[in-house]
């Protein structure tokens, strides 16, 4: 018995290493699927999108809305200490996908919600570290709000 479990755990073991693991993300919409390929820019049904989505650390797929005709999907960049993390919104529905530009403070999302006209994303302000750090400290402290309505993405004043 001890044997054949040998055979079997290096079977298992010469199979994980002809098979990677796949190296894109998915995510399913009512209209097809987005993707990350391997080179971390997010494609829809294959293509890429416009404007081009791509992150030398990674991209994570936050959080899906149904609205009305149009899923719009949260996506955020992975990124370095200069501005570790930056977001965009990709509306997909049934005549394709478009992204808005990056957006965001550098810093992690605190709040998302969806409301009758839209969503709505806050996050602290950000300053990097090459900043003092009082001065880090109270752009922390400032919320800075995002909204998507009617195809509009705005920053609050």
Do not use: H
Not at 43 to 59: C, M
């Amino acid at each position: 018995m001890a044997c054949t479990m040998k055979t079997l755990i290096a079977a298992m073991l010469a199979l994980s290493i002809a098979w990677p693991a796949l190296a894109a993300d998915d995510l399913a919409t009512r209209y097809g699927r987005l993707t990350v390929d391997a080179r971390n820019e997010l494609r829809f049904k294959g293509q890429a999108l416009s404007p081009r989505i791509v992150s030398a650390n990674g991209l994570d797929f936050v959080r899906k809305f149904a609205r009305g005709g149009e899923d719009v999907v949260l996506l955020r960049s992975r990124g370095g200490s200069a501005c570790p993390m930056q977001y965009w919104l990709v509306i997909v529905a049934a005549t394709g996908a478009v992204a808005t530009e990056a957006f965001g403070t550098c810093a992690e999302l605190r709040e998302l919600r969806q409301t009758a006209n839209g969503i709505e994303l806050s996050m602290p302000d950000f300053l990097g570290p090459q900043e003092p750090s009082a001065a880090r400290m109270a752009a922390a402290k400032r919320m800075v709000r995002f909204t998507y309505a009617q195809g509009r993405l705005t920053r609050a004043p």
